[in-house]
C-alpha cells in the first residue's frame, strides 16, 4: 500500500485542538514540476504557431522591415509614398502624443502591414508554383528547363527550416475536373470490362447524365471547391467510413507489421517500454509541430491535416452516423491483458515515464493474476461487431457510473495497447507463420483489441511488436511514417542491456497501473456475445496468403527501365485473369496529399492495353509482347499521375453523387457507378519515408508492411511494399466462404507472372541480370517464399 499513500497530496487528522495537515513533499513536487511542464509545453506550442502561422517569412523579418521603416524617418525618405503620413494624422489620442511619438507609432504600423503584405505574397506566389504540376508527367530521369527553373523557385519561396504545418497555408486546393474530361475517362475504364451491348448502355447513360443533369451538379461542387479546403475529404470522411454500419474489424481497419528478421529483445515488457516511450517522443514533436514536413522531390511539400488526430483519438459509434472524437493533452494509456483493462499514467513528475519504468508498469500487469469481471472478458468485441448494436448499448449501459468513468479512460487515452499472449512474427521455418501474424493484427479473437482507438499497439510475448488501425482519420502513409520513426528510435536510439531489459534505472516507487472496473448486467454481456459472435463469423472467413518475394525487386526493374509500381500492377492484371478467366474492375489508392486536406484517389489499373499484354501473354503466338507492356505500363503511369494531380475519375464521380442526393436528383448513371464491385483492391504503401535507417548498411532491419481485408466477396486484397533493391512483399486476402477465390493460388499466380514478365526482358538486359547477381530460388520451394502478410492504404 506504499504506492497508494504516496500518491495522496496531503492528509488530515480532526484533534480536539484543531486540524492537523500532513503533507506529502514528493507528491506536492510532482504537482509543482508537471504544471512547470505544461506551462513550457504550452509556450513552445505557441511559439511553433507563430513560427508556422508567418511561414515562409519569419519573426525577425518583422523587426527588420521596422526598422527599415524607422530609418527612412531620419533620412528624409517616405518608402510607404504618403501611407505614415496619414496614419500619423489619423492615429487616436494624437493630441496626447508628440510628434515624434506619432511618427514613430505610424512607421510600426506601417511595417507591419508591409510585412503581413509580404507574407501574403509569399504565399500565394508559392501556392501558384506548387499549382504547376508537369514535372510529374516528363519522364524519369529527364528534366526539361522550366521545370528546373521552376524547382529553383520552389525552393527560393519555401524558406529555411519549415516546422510540420508550415506549408499548409500555402498548398493548393484540389481542383475540380470537368465532367467531360471525368466522362471520358470513366468510359475509357470500363470499356475493356464490357462488351458492346454493355458498353453502348453505359454511353447512353453518361450522355444522358452530361446533358441534362450534369451542370446542376457540378455548379455546386465547384462552389464547394471555393468554400471548403478540399471539396472530397469531408464528405469521403463521413460517407464512406463513418456513416457505415457494418463492422470496421477487417471491412475498414488495417495493421502494420514489425521488423521482419530482427526482434531487439525478446522480453515483452521491455520491447513494449522501448516502443511505448518512442511514441511519446514522436506525440510530442507532433503536438509542438516540429516534425518535418514531408515532401516529393524533397522540395514539392505534402499536406499534414492527417496527422493532428494520429493521438488521443477515438471513434465515437452512433445510431446513424460515428463521430471521430479528438482531445488534447491524454497523461494516460489503456492496457488490455488476458481480459483485464488496466490504466496507465505516462507521467512523472512532469516528464514522461522512462523505458524502464514503463516496462516495470508493463510487467507488473504481465505478472498480475486477478480474474476478469463478469462481461470483461469479452467487451471490446462489442467494438468488432455492427455499430449500432454497440451505440446502443453504449448509451444504455455505459452512459453512466464506474461503466461510463471506465469507458472514457479508454476512450479518452493517448492510445490502446495490447500485451497479447501468443507469440506472433515472420519465422522463415515455417510456411505459414506471417498468415497467422496478419491475421492476429488485423482481427486477433475479436475482443482483443479496441477497434475504434486511431490505433491498438499490440505487443507479443517473443518481443514482436504491430499495430491495428482505425481508418476514418488516416491513411496507411501516415501511420506508416510514425512507425518507421518508432522502429528507428526503438532499434538505434533506446536500445537494450545485454539481457535484454531497458537501459536505465528501474523506479519502483511509482503507483501501480490501476484496474478499470465494470458492471456489465446480462443483458448487456448478451449483447457483448452476439458482437462477438459476429465478428468471429467475419474473422474466421478471412483467408490470408503473404510472401517475401525475393527474386528479384525494384532495382532490377528499374534496369527494365519501367515503373516498378506499374511493373507489379500489371503482373496482378496477368495473375487475375489466370486466377479467374476474366478481366475485373481493379482499384489502386494513389495519394491527392500534394493539395491542401488531400487523401486518395483511385487509379483504374485494369485498362484497355493492360487487358491488350495480359492476352498476348497468353498466346503462344503473339508477337511484340514487350512493346505491349511498355504500352500498358506507360498508360498506368500517365493515370497515376492524372489521379495525383486532381484529374482522377473516382472522387469527382463519387462527389457528384453525393450532390445529387443532397438536391434529390435522381442519376441512374451515377448509380451505376458507385454500384460497380471492386474485386480487386491494390495498394502500394512507401517505406523509407524518413530514412532514419540505411537499409543498405543494415539490411535486416526492414519491416513487413501491412495489409487489410477483402473488399468483394469474391475478390481480393493485395497490398505490396517495395523494400529496398531486392525484396517485394505480398499481403493477399480474401474469404473463405467464396468459392471463387484461393489467397494461396493468387499468390502462386502473383509469383509466376512476375518472373514471366522479367522473362521478356531477358534478352536486352542478360548482362545488367548478371551484374545485378540476383539469388534464384529453386521452384520447388515456392512454399517456402509463400509467407503470409498484408497491408491497406
Given amino acids: 500500500m506504499a504506492e497508494a499513500h504516496q500518491a495522496v497530496g496531503f492528509q488530515f487528522t480532526v484533534r480536539p485542538d484543531g486540524v492537523d495537515f500532513k503533507l506529502s513533499q514528493e507528491v506536492i513536487k ?8 505544461a506551462w513550457k509545453k504550452k509556450a513552445i506550442q505557441f511559439k511553433n504557431g507563430v513560427l508556422a502561422g508567418v511561414y515562409p517569412a519569419s519573426p525577425s523579418s518583422w523587426l527588420i522591415v521596422v526598422i527599415a521603416m524607422m530609418s527612412s524617418l531620419y533620412i528624409h525618405i517616405d518608402p510607404s509614398l504618403g501611407m505614415m503620413d496619414a496614419i500619423k494624422e489619423n492615429l487616436p489620442y494624437r493630441d496626447c502624443m ?42 524519369h530521369g529527364k528534366m526539361s528547363t522550366s521545370t528546373k527553373v521552376w524547382l529553383c523557385l520552389v525552393k527560393m519561396f519555401s524558406g529555411r527550416r519549415p ?34 451491348e454493355q458498353y453502348n448502355k453505359m454511353e447512353l447513360l453518361a450522355s444522358d447524365f452530361k446533358e441534362n443533369k450534369a451542370a446542376q451538379l457540378q455548379r455546386c ?19 464512406i467510413y463513418l456513416r457505415g454500419r457494418s463492422p470496421i474489424m477487417v471491412n475498414s481497419n488495417f495493421y502494420i507489421m514489425d521488423l521482419l528478421y530482427v526482434t531487439p529483445t525478446h522480453r515483452q515488457a521491455a520491447r513494449a517500454g522501448n516502443v511505448v516511450h518512442a511514441m511519446l517522443q514522436y506525440r510530442r514533436k507532433l503536438e509542438r509541430g516540429e516534425l518535418a514536413p ?19 483519438t477515438t471513434r465515437i459509434p452512433g445510431i446513424e452516423t460515428d463521430f471521430v472524437q479528438h482531445l488534447t493533452d491524454r497523461k494516460h494509456l489503456v492496457v488490455f491483458h488476458k481480459g483485464r483493462f488496466f490504466q496507465v499514467w505516462l507521467y512523472t513528475g512532469g516528464r514522461h515515464l522512462l523505458p524502464s519504468e514503463l516496462e516495470t508498469q508493463f510487467q507488473r500487469i504481465l505478472n498480475d493474476t486477478s480474474e476478469p469481471q463478469p462481461g470483461e472478458l469479452k467487451l471490446a468485441a462489442l467494438t468488432a461487431g455492427y455499430r449500432i448494436p454497440w451505440a446502443q448499448a453504449r448509451i444504455k449501459y455505459f452512459s453512466q457510473g464506474i461503466n461510463k468513468v471506465s469507458l472514457d479512460a479508454i476512450e479518452s487515452a493517448a492510445f490502446f495497447l495490447t500485451l497479447d499472449d501468443e507469440p506472433q512474427g515472420y519465422d522463415p521455418a515455417k510456411s505459414n507463420s506471417l498468415d497467422s501474424y496478419a491475421k492476429s493484427l488485423l482481427h486477433g479473437k475479436c475482443y482483443d ?19 491495428n488501425v482505425e481508418h476514418s482519420w488516416a491513411d496507411a502513409p501516415i501511420v506508416g511514417h510514425m512507425w518507421e520513426y518508432i522502429l528507428a528510435t526503438d532499434c538505434f536510439h533506446l536500445g537494450y542491456t545485454e539481457e535484454g531489459h531497458c537501459k536505465g534505472d528501474v523506479n519502483k516507487n511509482l503507483p501501480h497501473p490501476t484496474r478499470l472496473q465494470w458492471q456489465i448486467p446480462n443483458e448487456c454481456q448478451n ?27 525494384k532495382g532490377l526493374i528499374k534496369k527494365c527501365r519501367t515503373s516498378p509500381d506499374a511493373f507489379i500492377q500489371l503482373a496482378l492484371q496477368l495473375a487475375q485473369f489466370r486466377d479467374q478467366r476474366v478481366f475485373c474492375l481493379t482499384y489502386e489508392s494513389s495519394m491527392t496529399r500534394m493539395f491542401r486536406d488531400g487523401r486518395t484517389e483511385t487509379v483504374r489499373s485494369c485498362t484497355s492495353e493492360a487487358v491488350a499484354f495480359v492476352r498476348a501473354m ?57 454500384s460497380e464491385p471492386w474485386k480487386l483492391s491494390t495498394s502500394q504503401t512507401p517505406q523509407q519515408q524518413l530514412n532514419l535507417v540505411d537499409i543498405n548498411k543494415f539490411p535486416k532491419y526492414v519491416g513487413g508492411g501491412g495489409g487489410f481485408g477483402p473488399v468483394a466477396d469474391d475478390g481480393y486484397g493485395v497490398s505490396y511494399i517495395i523494400v529496398g533493391e531486392n525484396l517485394i512483399t505480398f499481403h493477399i486476402s480474401s474469404k473463405f466462404s467464396s468459392p471463387d477465390t484461393d489467397s494461396y493460388r493468387f499468390g502462386q499466380h502473383i509469383r509466376k507472372a512476375m518472373l514471366d514478365i522479367q522473362a521478356l526482358f531477358k534478352p536486352e538486359n542478360d548482362k545488367t541480370a548478371q551484374n545485378a547477381n540476383i539469388k534464384r530460388r529453386p521452384t520447388r520451394g515456392m512454399n517456402q517464399c509463400c509467407v503470409n502478410i498484408q497491408q491497406k492504404s
Wanted: glycine share 4%; hydrophobic share 45%; aromatic share 16%.
Fill in 30 to 37: 510532482n504537482i509543482y514540476l508537471s504544471g512547470v511542464t
Fill in 449 to 467: 483489441r479496441w477497434f475504434d482507438k486511431s490505433f491498438t499497439l499490440i505487443s507479443y510475448p517473443n518481443g514482436k511488436m504491430g499495430v
Fill in 163 to 196: 516546422l510540420l504545418y508550415s506549408f499548409q497555408a500555402s498548398l493548393p486546393r484540389l481542383p475540380v475536373p470537368s465532367v467531360d474530361d471525368t466522362i471520358h475517362r470513366y468510359l475509357e475504364s470500363v470499356r475493356p470490362l464490357l462488351d458492346n
Fill in 527 to 553: 449483447v457483448i456475445e452476439t458482437s462477438y459472435l459476429s465478428a468471429k463469423q467475419i474473422a474466421d472467413d478471412v483467408d490470408f496468403h503473404g510472401y517475401l518475394f525475393a527474386e528479384f525487386g
Fill in 98 to 139: 508628440s510628434v515624434q511619438t506619432r511618427a514613430v507609432l505610424s512607421a510600426i504600423l506601417f511595417a507591419t502591414g508591409l510585412w503581413l503584405f509580404l507574407i501574403y505574397l509569399l504565399r500565394y506566389t508559392l501556392k501558384a508554383l506548387l499549382s504547376y504540376h508537369g514535372w510529374i508527367f516528363e519522364s
Fill in 618 to 674: 497468353e498466346d503462344a503466338a503473339a508477337r511484340q509482347v514487350l512493346a505491349l507492356f511498355r504500352k500498358a505500363a506507360e498508360k498506368h503511369q500517365n493515370m497515376y499521375r492524372l489521379a495525383m494531380t486532381g484529374s482522377g475519375i473516382d472522387r469527382h464521380l463519387f462527389c457528384l453523387y453525393i450532390v445529387s442526393k443532397y438536391l434529390g436528383v435522381d442519376s441512374p448513371f451515377l448509380t451505376k457507378v458507385l
Fill in 294 to 312: 514531408l515532401r516529393a522531390l524533397g522540395t514539392v511539400p505534402m499536406c499534414s491535416t492527417q496527422m493532428e488526430r494520429m493521438f488521443n
Fill in 221 to 239: 461542387l465547384i462552389l464547394k471547391s471555393w468554400w471548403a479546403t478540399n471539396y472530397v475529404s469531408d464528405w469521403w470522411e463521413e460517407y
